[in-house]
């Protein structure tokens, strides 16, 4: 399977969209990914195949020193092939450079995500009681930091 790590554009937008529909109970719909082409403090990058396809995606905000990843999700087709790696291994090396920390939020149920963001030096900080529904589930706040004193 060959892909390559691309910024998201408006030809990706139909594609993540229904990855958003196949992957999440509150998918974010193309109106909502096409404002994040508008916002400066995005960046979304798209795992696209060889026709152009979206294999998998993840989105990061950045704001002063803090980044926050919003979602990441590999299409079911090409999962255990390590494009969730590639993805978080790239904003984990901006955050090296550039960030004092990275955070997120994954359902305390969802092993996969959550052994992916450990292999990545992320660590539990906190917990958001019921934050989910469809079902209803604890966040677990997961942080990555550099000492940048
Ligand atoms: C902030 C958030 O967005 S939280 C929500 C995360 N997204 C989702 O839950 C959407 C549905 N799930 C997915 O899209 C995928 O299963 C993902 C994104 C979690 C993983 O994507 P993949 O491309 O399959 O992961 P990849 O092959 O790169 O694996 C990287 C690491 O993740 C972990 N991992 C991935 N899948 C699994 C699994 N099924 N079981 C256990 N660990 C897993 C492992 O640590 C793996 O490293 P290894 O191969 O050395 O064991």
């Known amino acids: 399977m ?3 790590l691309v910024p998201m554009d ?3 937008l139909e594609g993540i969209a229904e990855l958003e ?6 998918p974010w719909s193309v109106d909502m990914l096409a404002e994040e082409l508008y916002n400066e403090t995005a960046s979304f990058l798209v795992a696209e195949g060889e026709d152009g396809s979206v294999l998998g995606y993840a989105g990061l905000h950045v704001v002063l020193d803090e980044g926050y990843i919003d979602n990441v999700a590999v299409d079911p087709a090409y999962r255990r092939q390590g494009i969730a790696d ?3 291994d790239t904003f984990v090396r901006f955050g090296a450079a550039k960030l004092a920390f990275l955070t997120l ?3 305390a149920g969802n092993a996969p995500a959550i052994a992916l963001y450990e292999k990545h030096g992320f660590y539990e900080v906190g917990r958001r009681k019921d934050y989910y ?3 209803k589930e604890d966040a677990i706040l997961m942080t990555r930091e550099w000492d940048r004193a």
């Open 105 to 107: 939020e994954v359902r």
């Open 10 to 12: 408006r030809s990706h």
């Open 21 to 26: 529909r196949t992957c999440f109970s509150h």
């Open 2 to 4: 060959n892909y390559q």
């Open 133 to 135: 529904d469809d079902p």
């Open 86 to 88: 590639a993805l978080i």
